[in-house]
């Protein structure tokens, strides 16, 4: 079934966050609703339409940037009461902009996350969790990770449940002060929105949506359990709004991503039915906020999408016909004399001074930007989006990245010569088109050279205007961390294995940590009743773990790599000499370590082999014009031509991937060289003492060219576990 909907622009206001436009329930059935945003700038703005005309009814003046702003009211009333969020600030407006609340919350952090349910107001800052009843202290929970939004729902006439989306891949929920039941995901929530029908929000229904673009349908049953039933289980862009709205034939899926789509699901009666999609569109810009309501006319349901540049539109149902035949003289006149005015102010801000005053500083962006793991290529994305044109994006990192190709990037990229040993490796630039206010880099980096990543953007409005963002690169950055429960139940080895003693406490061990691997959390994972923290990494690129425990004064780390070990053993040494902390450093290495590592890495090296054969095929029949006339091919050549858009598409994803895999196991040889007798060679000899082994890709060459004997004959080697 096919949805057609007419954007309609309503509105612009500042930069907005995630969460921060909110549609006022109307008193009577399909009345028209009111809605609420609110910005960067510390502005809380109320509008709504009167004889057809979208009207500003309450401006707040401007003050703290707003994080969020969520909708209240009494138990079993309809929540027409405004809260937002600034600082560690809560604020209350009533649905005509009369101020009513004012609470600090004594939150050291800012408020990152905020729900009200009658009386009880949650608020999460970094990784605490706060409730609050009646503006006073009811529970708290430090979960320990990073904490991205927070829903409670009511149990019984006095208790709540709160549903917390974390950022070690979970979903925990509390019940009082009594520990958390903890729901394992495979990727990171990042939005929680109760289901709802009509104005009715459900008690036991919760829509969440994922860092990896997933959706799914959490639900509770009558015991307080919860579990998860996916509703689109597949890869995309991360989710940032998301609700559930009858626009027409049934209660629709609306979704808002960070690439700007907006996509709209029929919602299926049952599990086992897939989600249709009905209607997409893409805004150029991340989608802050997006919901469905009765905004413009009361016969006509649309979707209200508010972007991070503060851009407020509709998508309605309304045919395109009677939109143009509603818009009278007046109207269009008003129109007009808006893009004057706007054309006006446009001249301004090119021939006016980028200066303010008497101050020579730049005028500082506000600037939206990430850089997420791709765990199927081992690569990094890093975004950045500005509320103007992107002029210029400057690159210059410290240690050796590559810079990949992104399909649908039309930045025009230059590479300038740098010097490593003034440590400046890379230096690139990219000159954006007009009209360009997001952009999407795909980087690579190498393990074991950690280093900073400086990134600057200029805009094409103001061109003194100019933000610099620094990016961490650390040095297993080609690892991602594992969440699970049972750490027992990860299977792996045999291990080679780490041990460090010394003066040093569980923090410093753990902000070392930090400096050496992604993801790694706010505060040491260490469970209840328990004096040791414990953490699980996977490499993206190989496969091989590492196992963290440590605690006060000793920590044990393992991995089947053995270049992982001498990698971690050298940041972390390096930590303790700065700071003049002495360790004892053991270091045990299991021989059939090697036979594992290279048994992971072998089916891909012959796969890319194989790969880079086809092409050549590829491009020799090119070469030749042999491909005009395919029934005159061979067989396999034929089958090749039919899969050569796969293929292609293939070895543009990673055209470098023989290349990554052989540098891969010559690293591992020389790694391996330095842990058993402390040998030190060069990577260039290890390439050659490597070379024929693997050219022939077989196992028992790769393994003796590692121990120099036959390794049938290898006797077993003691294994250190994880206890």
């Known amino acids: 079934m096919t949805l057609v909907l007419t954007r309609v622009d309503y509105a612009s206001v500042g930069v907005t966050s995630r969460g921060t436009t909110r549609l006022l329930p109307s008193p009577e059935p399909k009345q028209l609703q009111r809605f609420a945003v609110a910005d960067h700038d510390g502005v809380l703005h109320i509008f709504g339409f009167k004889r057809g005309e979208l009207q500003v009814l309450f401006k707040s003046l401007p003050g703290p940037k707003i994080n969020r702003l969520v909708l209240g009211g009494g138990v079993s009333m309809p929540k027409d009461k405004i809260f937002l969020a600034h600082g560690n600030t809560v604020m209350g407006y009533t649905r005509k902009g009369k101020l009513f609340l004012e609470f600090d919350t004594s939150l050291i952090d800012p408020i990152s996350a905020l729900y009200i349910l009658g009386a009880d107001l949650a608020a999460c800052a970094r990784d605490l969790y706060h409730r609050y009843r009646d503006c006073k202290d009811a529970d708290s929970y430090l979960a320990g990770e990073k904490l991205l939004d927070v829903v409670l729902l009511p149990v019984g006439s006095m208790a709540v449940l709160a549903i917390l989306a974390c950022g070690d891949c979970a979903i925990r929920v509390l019940y009082g002060t009594k520990s958390p039941a903890v729901l394992r995901l495979p990727s990171v929530p990042t939005i929680l929105v109760p289901y709802r029908e009509g104005d009715v929000e459900s008690n036991d229904r919760i829509l969440m949506g994922t860092v990896d673009g997933k959706v799914g349908l959490l639900m509770l049953d009558s015991d307080k359990n919860i579990r998860v039933s996916w509703l689109l289980n597949k890869t995309s862009s991360e989710v940032t709004s998301l609700d559930s709205f009858e626009l027409q034939d049934g209660v629709d899926l609306i979704i808002g991503r960070q690439d700007g789509s907006v996509e709209v699901y029929t919602l299926p009666q049952d599990e086992d039915t897939a989600p249709l999609l009905r209607f997409k569109y893409n805004a150029g810009e991340s989608i802050s906020t997006l919901s469905g309501g009765i905004i413009s006319s009361s016969e006509y349901p649309e979707l209200l999408v508010t972007t991070y540049s503060g851009k407020v539109f509709g998508l309605t149902t309304k045919p395109p016909g009677l939109l143009e035949a509603g818009q009278g003289d007046l109207v269009l006149a008003k129109l007009k004399q808006e893009i004057e005015q706007l054309e006006e102010e446009l001249k301004k801000e090119y021939t006016g001074s980028p200066f303010v005053g008497e101050s020579l500083a730049p005028m500082i962006l506000s600037v939206n930007h990430s850089m997420s793991l791709n765990k199927e290529d081992a690569s990094y994305t890093f975004l950045v989006e500005l509320d103007r044109s992107i002029d210029n994006i400057l690159i210059q990192s410290d240690t050796p990245i590559e ?82 429960d049972d750490k027992q139940s990860v299977l792996g080895g045999p291990f080679n294995e780490l041990r460090l003693t010394g003066s040093f406490s569980i923090a410093e061990m753990h902000a070392w940590l930090a400096l050496a691997l992604p993801d790694v959390p706010e505060r040491p994972p260490i469970q209840e009743e328990e004096t040791e923290a414990s953490m699980i990494y996977v490499s993206t690129f190989i496969g091989t773990m590492l196992k963290c425990k440590y605690k006060k004064g000793s920590a044990i780390f393992l991995s089947e790599n053995i270049s992982t070990i001498i990698i971690l053993r050298d940041i972390l040494t390096k930590e303790a000499t700065k700071r003049k902390i002495k360790l004892e450093v053991y270091c045990d290495v299991a021989e059939a370590s090697i036979s594992r590592v290279i048994e992971l890495i072998l089916p891909r090296l012959k796969e890319a082999n194989e790969l880079l054969d086809k092409i050549k095929i590829l491009d020799a029949l090119d070469s030749w014009e042999m491909k005009n006339n395919p029934a005159e091919l061979c067989t396999e050549y034929q089958e090749l031509l039919k899969t050569e858009p796969d293929l292609r598409r293939q070895m543009t994803r990673d055209n470098e991937i023989l290349q990554r895999l052989h540098a891969a196991i010559t690293d591992l040889y020389v790694d391996w060289e330095r842990a058993k007798g402390s040998r030190r060679i060069s990577s260039r000899q290890a390439a050659e003492r490597l070379h024929d082994a693997l050219e022939s890709m077989d196992l028992t060459m790769l393994l003796q060219a590692f121990v120099g004997k036959d390794t049938s004959s290898t006797p077993s080697v003691s294994v250190p576990v994880l206890l």
């Not at 950690?450 to 690892?479: D, F």
């Open 403 to 484: 810079l990949l190709d992104v399909e649908g990037n039309n930045a025009v990229m230059s590479l300038s010569t740098c010097d490593p040993l003034e440590n400046n490796f890379v230096l690139a630039t990219y000159r954006c088109q007009d009209n360009t206010n997001r952009l999407e880099m795909r980087l690579r980096s190498i393990e074991g050279q950690p280093g900073t990543l400086q990134v600057y953007v200029t805009s094409q409005i103001q061109p003194k205007c100019c933000r610099r963002i620094l990016v961490p690169i650390c040095a297993l950055s080609l690892h991602s961390r594992l969440h699970v």
